[in-house]
């Protein structure tokens, strides 16, 4: 190699640095509300939240889920034009909804989106982002060691591990 001239295991170990500290942050929001959202169908950390709002009138309880943000939404009662229903009562001509759901505080509310982001919200940018750069991190933690050498062989046979365990748990679950 001609003096001066940089290799490609020196380039990628230089962007592999600063990107690492730099997703560092970003890591331990995600990871912090990942492990928040495996537990979104109990009541960890949720509060009671009495909710008011105006929904189309007449819709089946089927609607009447679908419009709430509510699976599994089973009318139990109907008198006169109040339909009952778990925590809550709808009134088929006003459109008046009132019920109360569990909630998680505002916060982590908002970083649970972190893991929901869709095409259509701003957040849906941060997330390729992260994923390009965690797929950036795959490829250049193979050039931190020198080819042939017993560090570099024995890591690609735990990742290949790793892969395999993932994929696994993915179809045993």
Do not use: C
């Amino acid at each position: 190699m001609m003096k001066g001239k940089k290799s490609m295991n020196f380039y990628m170990r230089i962007v592999h640095r600063y990107l690492g500290f730099f997703l560092a942050g970003i890591m331990a929001v995600y990871a912090f509300s990942g492990i928040i959202l495996i537990f979104r169908e109990t009541d960890f950390l949720k509060s009671e939240q009495t909710i008011e709002k105006k929904v189309a009138v007449g819709l089946s309880s089927q609607a009447l889920g679908k419009a709430l943000h509510l699976k599994n939404l089973k009318v139990s009662n109907v008198e006169d034009n109040t339909q009952y229903f778990d925590n809550g009562t709808y009134n088929s001509l006003t459109g008046d909804v009132k019920y109360t759901s569990n909630e998680l505080p505002a916060v982590l509310r908002k970083l649970n989106q972190l893991h929901k982001a869709s095409t259509n919200q701003p957040l849906f940018w941060l997330n390729i982002f992260f994923g390009v750069s965690l797929f950036f991190f795959v490829v250049s933690s193979f050039f931190m060691f020198k080819p042939k050498t017993k560090t570099l062989k024995e890591g690609v046979y735990v990742s290949i591990v790793g892969v395999a365990l993932t994929v696994l748990l993915v179809f045993l679950s």
